[in-house]
Every structure is written in structure tokens, then in C-alpha cells.
């Protein structure tokens, strides 16, 4: 009895409480924003465009698989991208249903993970996924791969390697754009290559590589993304609602170009 | 969806403190990401895929925060908002970049608020939060978001 009197003030007090509204203001003037902007940029999972692209069309996700692994990297910051960029292949395998393929790109993942160092956080992960393969749960293993990249992020952040977990999300974009600007430039219509309208996200990541430590800063694959960047964040800037054709096929190419450099035994030269 | 009572909602906070020891205030944040994913979860059987990543931070009642994120014309997005504080009303709007709201369904609870999009546009958007109390004059939020 002591324990309802303790608890019924309460329950009383939440149910009486009327909703005080939305107090929030019906058009926002942007001159002079009502409230501090918070930092943390997240950028987008690849699913969040493929869905849609699903939606429009027939794509051919099996055609955007990867056909070989990953290799091998001297440093960690390529390791990095190329783990990025194994992930986004992750949720490629589920668009295309391909069983198979998730399992080799899981298995590359965790490789790739104990080489950067940070096996005991992404094993877990990795075991989900294959488990979820078998039984084609194809939702799970879209959040799993969600879920690794969270735990990757975190596990770098705490092990000071924040650096290091921003490249990972360059490289999962860039692989994710890649295969986005490949399919819409197969069957191209304006609502698709809408999708590809993401300034805000690339000058996020051009602005991320500018505060990133020198030493990574500096490295060769670092210094071609960078300047990569800048011409993808151009095209997308100045296409604003319409992205051509001939626009999306210059992302993909560039998209293209800069995944080689990446994955090259030594950075490639930047094609013109 | 049937909320806890008031008193295990409480001793869950209660617990967390106790078991984060010296991270105290970080279970007192996770609380309000509970509250988050307890809107979300009227949603997800509807078929929505929830984020890993969600923004979250404590502000003065009343006062407003800004994030801009980017979504993607042809999706459907919720984002939910929850705050632990005692009393707290959150409350969010979404707009597009001329200014104008774009959310077209919306609900708010003790502890939690939603708002449903379908963007016009594939681009940058501005989602301004905040959370009301007479009680506390200091608020956690946690702001999450799912997508199909």
C-alpha cells in the first residue's frame, strides 16, 4: 500500500499534464536562426539511396558486386576507406540478394578489421551478419551493417583515432556514390539522379579532412581525395535540382577514379 | 504502445546511475534516447528501419537546437525525440531550406515527440528541437530517426 501511495502522486501528476503544443516557430527565417546548430554530421547509410533507387526501377545490383577482395595495405588510413568501402558493399550484397556475396564481404570485413585493430568490436557484428545470411534475413543484416559502422566509429573514437573513423565514412560514401551514379547513369531520369544531390555531405567531409592530423592529412591517397572531393562537391553544387546525364556520369567517374587511387598499390595520378 | 509505469521508468534511471558508477550523467542521456526509441517503436513494425546513430545532449527548457541532415525525395522519414527530464514536453519541427515546415504528421507526449516527412526534395534539411519543463530547468534530448 505504502508502495501505490508513493507511486499514485505521481501517475496523477503525468496524466493531468496537458501538451504544452509545438512552440516551435512556423517559418524559420534563416538569417537568424532561433537556436545554436549542433555539429555532429551523420551521413546517410547507402540503403537510404538504393531503397529509393529500388523504387524507381530495376537496377542491376548484382552487376555492382565486387568481383575480387579487398587486398592488402600498408597503412591505416587506406585500410580505413577500403573498410568503409567494404561495408557499403555489404549493403550493396543485400540489395542484390546474393547470399554468397554477403558472406565473402563479411569475411573480408572482419580481415580488414584485424588489420586496423579493432577485431573484438566488429567480430560480433560480423557473426550476425553471416548467421542473418543464412536465413536471407535481409533486414538484420541491413541493421547489423548499420550497427558496425556505429561500433567502428565509437571504437576509434575511444582508441583516439577519430582520423581514422572519419575515413571510413569517406570511403562507404564514396563506394555508395559510385554505385548510386553507375545505376542511374544506366537507366538516367531526374528523380534518380536527384538522389545524388548531397553538397552539404561532401563539403562535410572536405571540411573534416582539413581538421584531420597532418600526418594523415599529408598522405598521398589523402591529398587525391581532398582535391576529388572538391570537383564531386562542385558538380552537385551547381546542378542544384537537375543533375544531367553527362553530370552524373562525371560523379561516377570521378567516384571511380578515386576508389582506384585508394585501393592502388601506389595512389594513382588523378585522371583528367 | 503501453508506457511503464512511472515508478520502474524511474528505477531503471535509478539502476543505470548505479550501475555507471562515475557516468552517471551518460545513463541519464541514454534514458532519453529510451524515450526515443519507445516512439519509434509505433513505427517500426510499419516497416521502418531505425539508425544506429542518433544526436543527443542536454540544453536549458526551452531553448532551441538545429541540426541540419540530409534526406532523400522518394523515402519516408520519422524522427523521434525524447528527453528523460522531469516534466519535459519535447517538441520538433522539420524545414526545408527556404524556412518552411515540411513535416506532415506529427505527435507529442510527455517525454517524447515525432514528426513524419516525405521530403519534397533530395537535400539538406533543418531539424529544430527543443524540450519544455516547469520542472527542471536543465533537459537531456536524444533525437533519432528511421527511414523506409
Known amino acids: 500500500m505504502a508502495a501505490i501511495a508513493w507511486v499514485s502522486p505521481l501517475v496523477a501528476q503525468e496524466s493531468s499534464q496537458q501538451a504544452p503544443g509545438n512552440s516551435l516557430p512556423k517559418q524559420l527565417d534563416l538569417s537568424s536562426l532561433p537556436g545554436a ?211 552524373v556520369a562525371e560523379i561516377h567517374e570521378l567516384c571511380s577514379n578515386l576508389l582506384d587511387s585508394v585501393r592502388s598499390a601506389k595512389p594513382g595520378k588523378e585522371k583528367p | 504502445m503501453k508506457r511503464p509505469p512511472v515508478h520502474r521508468r524511474l528505477a531503471s534511471v535509478l539502476l543505470a546511475l548505479m550501475i555507471a558508477g562515475g557516468g552517471g550523467a551518460l545513463a541519464i542521456l541514454d534514458e532519453a534516447h529510451s524515450f526515443a526509441m519507445e516512439a519509434a517503436a509505433r513505427h517500426v513494425p510499419k516497416g521502418f528501419t531505425v539508425r544506429e546513430d542518433y544526436w543527443n545532449g542536454e540544453l536549458k527548457a526551452g531553448e532551441k537546437k538545429i541540426i541540419r541532415h540530409q534526406l532523400f525525395k522518394g523515402n519516408e522519414y520519422w524522427f523521434w525525440l525524447g528527453s528523460s527530464a522531469d516534466g519535459a514536453w519535447p517538441s520538433l519541427s522539420i524545414y526545408d531550406l527556404d524556412g518552411r515546415p515540411v513535416e506532415v504528421e506529427r505527435f507529442q507526449e510527455l517525454h517524447m515527440a515525432a514528426a513524419r516527412v516525405l521530403p519534397p526534395r533530395t537535400g539538406s534539411y533543418l531539424i529544430m528541437l527543443t524540450v519544455d519543463s516547469k520542472e527542471s530547468e536543465i533537459v537531456d534530448w536524444a533525437l533519432a530517426y528511421g527511414f523506409r
Open chain 1, 37 to 247: 546548430l549542433v555539429e555532429d554530421i551523420f551521413v546517410p547509410v547507402p540503403s537510404e539511396i538504393f531503397g529509393v533507387l529500388d523504387k524507381l526501377g530495376d537496377p542491376d545490383w548484382r552487376g555492382e558486386l565486387p568481383e575480387e577482395g579487398y587486398g592488402t595495405y600498408p597503412d591505416r588510413t587506406r585500410l580505413a576507406l577500403v573498410f568503409g568501402l567494404a561495408v557499403a558493399d555489404g549493403f550493396l550484397a543485400v540489395e542484390a540478394e546474393d547470399r554468397e556475396a554477403i558472406k565473402r564481404i563479411g569475411r573480408e570485413i572482419l580481415r580488414l578489421a584485424t588489420a586496423i585493430g579493432i577485431q573484438s568490436a566488429v567480430t560480433p557484428h560480423v557473426q550476425s551478419i553471416l548467421e542473418a545470411s543464412n536465413r536471407a534475413d535481409w533486414g538484420a543484416i541491413l541493421q547489423e551493417l548499420d550497427r558496425t559502422q556505429a561500433t567502428v566509429r565509437e571504437t576509434m573514437e575511444e582508441m583516439r583515432d577519430d582520423d581514422l573513423a572519419r575515413c571510413v565514412s569517406i570511403g562507404g560514401w564514396l563506394r555508395g556514390t559510385q554505385v548510386a551514379s553507375s545505376l542511374i547513369s544506366d537507366s538516367y531520369s531526374q528523380d534518380k539522379a536527384e538522389l545524388l544531390s548531397q553538397p552539404d555531405i561532401v563539403r562535410h567531409f572536405s571540411g573534416t579532412i582539413l581538421h584531420m592530423d597532418p600526418s594523415i592529412q599529408e598522405n598521398e591517397t589523402m591529398v587525391v581525395l581532398s582535391v576529388g572531393l572538391g570537383k564531386i562537391g562542385k558538380i552537385m553544387a551547381a546542378s542544384g535540382d537537375v543533375i544531367g546525364a553527362d553530370d
